[in-house]
């Protein structure tokens, strides 16, 4: 049997480690800058679509590429747990009450309890874990990259069911992080299918492919479900390289709408505006009901963007020289700039609590930035 080859999603986006230039020609609106930096043991490496920060209950958690597992207060960095452990994440966590789940890439899942500051359980899977768990109603759901779905309970991470979707000849490397809501479990694959399973027994709900696998050659017919899932309005929002951004109903997995944009990474949702990125840097907001263009930028085409966040009154982008970048959500236009920490290759995903943004940086910071 051949393996299935793989894609660094990162190249495929256009990435690159040069060092790039402050943006030119921006009239700064607003003054925007670092509110606080925490030191942490570790980074997020070069992979910035890797790793996470979880914003949750006025704290933020996060893993880094040590093993070392923060939890930290919003409004200060302060440390409130730190927990050492042996591990090497390969993905950023996800967090359910007091517990977080974290992967490495010999397909050891890691459950941590901040309560107790330690590890919980292991859980040895069939392949590499390259994106953070699903968790919701004391079942956390993982996707290795041989394409197998496990669920496990959490408390103990017992197996309760599995599925699996096979690969296709070369894959994107990555995998989407499966979604646990309304009794039901949302995952996405290389084979461009979206799927939903009922949490406890596992049987199958619905299907669709949002993206279709099309062209001579192999690197033509990528079309993995490569960004992170959106759930907002009833819906689900899915992407998929060399594929469209799909709205799927959430109880019936039919299209309620979809656009012809092609992405390596996720979307954002907020009301009832979405904004993603496609494969040439092109920034677009769309109505989240309909999926009609509100605004487009193209200005930022050679900067190598990562996924975009909802930020107050903006869209803020992260570029891979470490520049963030607010976009006006009324009219698309950048507004502000920043380096996230230093003139390198940027950290992790960035989130926000809609008064500052979150990002753990290749210097072994956290960072919250704001503007004013």
């Keep these: 049997m051949i393996a299935a ?8 986006q256009g990435c690159s480690t040069r060092l790039l230039p402050p943006p030119a020609g921006v009239d700064q609106q607003v003054y925007f800058d670092a509110h606080w930096r925490t030191k942490v043991n570790g980074d997020a490496g070069e992979q910035t679509e890797t790793f996470n920060i979880v914003a949750q209950d006025n704290s933020l958690t996060l893993v880094t590429n ?28 996800s967090r359910d009450g007091d517990k977080v789940f974290f992967g490495t890439y010999d397909g050891q899942l890691v459950a941590v309890s901040l309560a107790d500051s330690s590890v919980l359980w292991t859980k040895s899977l069939t392949s590499e874990i390259l994106s ?18 496990t669920v496990m309970d959490a408390a103990t991470g017992n197996t309760l069911w599995r599925d699996k979707e096979d690969l296709p000849a070369l894959t994107v490397r990555g995998t ?21 399973y009922n949490l406890q027994t596992g049987d199958l709900i619905w299907e669709y492919a949002v993206g279709k696998p099309e062209g001579r050659y192999e690197i033509e017919r990528l079309s993995d479900v ?8 009833g819906l689900i929002y899915s992407v ?4 469209t951004v799909t709205a799927l109903a959430l109880q019936t997995g039919r299209p309620v709408w979809q656009r012809n ?90 989130v926000s609590n809609d008064e500052q943004l979150f990002i753990l940086t290749p210097t072994a910071n956290v960072t919250a930035l704001h503007y004013w």
């Design 5 to 12: 080859a793989v894609v660094s999603a990162a190249l495929l």
């Design 240 to 243: 998929a390289y060399n594929g």
């Design 226 to 233: 490569s960004g992170r899932f959106a759930v907002a309005n």
């Design 176 to 196: 989407t992080a499966p979604v646990i809501v309304d009794g039901k479990v949302i995952a996405g694959f290389a084979t461009g299918k979206v799927k939903a």
């Design 261 to 350: 944009i092609s992405s390596a990474v996720s979307v954002a949702v907020n009301g009832n505006e979405l904004a993603v990125v496609d494969q040439n840097n092109v920034v677009f907001s769309l109505n989240a009901r309909n999926g009609s263009t509100l605004w487009e930028n193209d200005s930022l085409k050679e900067r190598d963007l990562a996924s975009p966040v909802f930020y107050k009154d903006y869209v803020a982008v992260l570029d891979r020289g470490g520049w963030v970048h607010l976009l006006n959500r009324t009219s698309g236009a950048v507004e502000a700039w920043t380096l996230a920490d230093s003139k390198r290759p940027a950290g992790s995903r960035m």
């Design 132 to 149: 953070e768990t699903g968790n919701g109603q004391g079942r956390v759901a993982v996707i290795t990259g041989d394409g197998w779905l």
């Design 66 to 93: 040590r093993g070392d597992v923060y939890e930290l207060e919003q409004s200060s960095g302060g440390q409130l747990v730190h927990v050492a452990t042996d591990f090497h994440p390969s993905a950023g966590v």
